[in-house]
């Protein structure tokens, strides 16, 4: 798990919400303002450049805080500083060489990190509900030593799981809170494009 996996993490979750970018926005017009799939589509075009032109990113902790710093710089609205705050604080905690362990750590350092900026916690209806659920799903299988594969899938399952189950809740946070009890009976479309992620993570390390 070194850097060239962690380029290719991000190259396959540009492809992944390129992909779903009209499914994202419409989530995201149900219960936002239907920016959500252009916001991230654009921020990872510019992150898959950042990671390009930067002669500094040679591992997997600077492509992490790389991904990260251009995500907070160049992503308009809520998500951009989630998700920013997420692969730098990922960075930040990794150490190489890296291991699903200490992958699995730095994770849920990131996670932790998405909980604080933005004060949510599970159940608020927000990408949490998918990064959470993927942390745990990690930490479980690194105590039951399994393999990075199955360790990755299992996160990917959690996440993508963590996401529909945000349909029957009310938002509590970000712009969706502003509709209370209408916002219930929608996927959150942060927690969709998190388990975009954890796909994108499982099918490249897989
Ligand atoms: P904006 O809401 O500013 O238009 P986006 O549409 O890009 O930003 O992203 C919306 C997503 O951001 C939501 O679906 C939710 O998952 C996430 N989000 C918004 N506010 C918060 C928050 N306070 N904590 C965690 N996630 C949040
Ligand atoms: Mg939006």
């Given amino acids: 798990m070194e850097a060239d996996l962690f380029v290719a993490w991000f190259e396959e979750a540009a492809r992944l919400v390129r992909e779903n970018r009209d499914r994202l926005t419409r989530l995201d017009a149900a219960i936002g303002d239907a920016d959500h799939g252009t916001n991230l589509d654009r921020g990872l075009s510019e992150v898959l450049k950042a990671l390009a032109e930067s002669a500094a990113v040679e591992s997997a902790p600077e492509v992490l805080i790389t991904a990260g710093a251009t995500l907070i710089r160049r992503v308009g609205g809520a998500s951009g500083p989630l998700y920013g705050s997420l692969f730098r604080q990922m960075g930040k905690a990794l150490e190489s060489p890296v291991t699903?362990?200490?992958?699995?750590?730095?994770?849920?350092?990131?996670?932790?990190?998405?909980?604080?900026?933005?004060?949510?916690?599970?159940?608020?209806?927000?990408?949490?509900?998918?990064?959470?659920?993927a942390s745990r799903a990690l930490a479980l299988a690194v105590r039951d030593g399994a393999e990075v594969g199955v360790a990755l899938d299992q996160a990917a399952r959690a996440a993508g799981e963590g996401?529909?189950?945000?349909?029957?809740?009310?938002?509590?946070?970000?712009?969706?809170?502003?509709?209370?009890?209408?916002?219930i009976g929608h996927e959150d479309p942060g927690a969709a494009s998190a388990a975009l992620f954890l796909a994108a993570l499982a099918s490249v390390a897989g």
């Avoid at 699995?104 to 990408?127: H, I, N, P, W």
């Fill in 100 to 133: 699903l362990a200490r992958f699995a750590g730095a994770f849920e350092e990131g996670v932790v990190a998405v909980e604080r900026l933005g004060k949510a916690s599970l159940g608020d209806k927000t990408m949490v509900d998918a990064l959470a659920p």
């Fill in 163 to 183: 996401a529909k189950a945000t349909i029957p809740l009310q938002a509590r946070k970000g712009r969706a809170s502003y509709l209370g009890e209408r916002s």
